[in-house]
């Protein structure tokens, strides 16, 4: 019976989460229900190939307000949550790949029945592939031609995973059958170079 009133929420609140995001020229990415029957929380999330504001994220949630007010189908001891993804929200949609190109992610990919882990920059991408500019043990990007610069670049060390797919020497760029892919985020970059 949980499951059902959740469910239930989600699917009368999508429409107009869709609408009231598309108004701010963004997506909903999911509407996540939790608590009980009588005092549900609902958190919507939005994003898209801007940053989300706050006043996009209090604009899409008095609209979203309104909707549950005028029909009546939620109890009225409810907590609504608009916000913006945050940083394991994973990557999937053509608009966030194009966000995301230039930016330090994490990719957990299948190959030959194994899942590897690699961090680098998302160069590329196509309905097919995506393609990683890999960071070496050091935590610096594996660009060939930029090796004696980035010894001297302040790089924050990014944690080695036990799967890494790591390189020793310089790798253009590593290519991932978007197929294989299990999980893609972005990662915080305290280098203050975005590409």
């Known amino acids: 019976m949980e ?10 609140l999508e429409p107009f989460a869709v ?5 701010r020229g963004l997506h909903m990415l999911r509407i996540s229900v939790r608590g009980t029957q009588h005092n549900p929380v609902i958190e919507v ?3 898209g190939a801007r940053l989300v504001s706050i006043e996009d994220c209090e604009i899409v949630s ?13 109890s009225e001891n409810f907590r609504l949550d608009v ?7 994973p990557i999937v949609e ?6 995301n190109l230039d930016r330090l992610v994490e990719v957990h990919y299948r190959d030959t029945g ?3 882990t690699v961090h680098g ?21 594996a660009r060939k031609g930029l090796m004696k610069a980035l010894e001297t670049e302040l790089v924050a060390p990014i944690p080695i995973k036990p799967d890494e797919q790591l390189y020793d020497d310089s790798v253009e760029l590593v290519l991932i059958a978007r197929s294989e892919i299990e999980k893609l985020v972005a990662l915080p970059d305290f280098s203050g170079n975005p590409s």
């Open 19 to 23: 609408e009231a995001s598309r108004k």
């Open 94 to 99: 053509p608009w966030q790949f194009e966000k």
């Open 121 to 141: 920059r998302l160069r590329e991408f196509t309905e097919e592939n995506i393609a990683i500019e890999p960071t070496l043990k050091t935590g610096k990007v």
């Open 3 to 12: 499951k059902d009133f959740r469910h239930e929420i989600s699917s009368h």
């Open 114 to 116: 194994e899942t590897h």
């Open 83 to 89: 916000m913006s993804p945050g940083l394991e929200e």
């Open 45 to 47: 999330i939005i994003d």
């Open 62 to 74: 008095r609209e979203l307000n309104d909707a549950i007010e005028s029909k009546g189908k939620i």
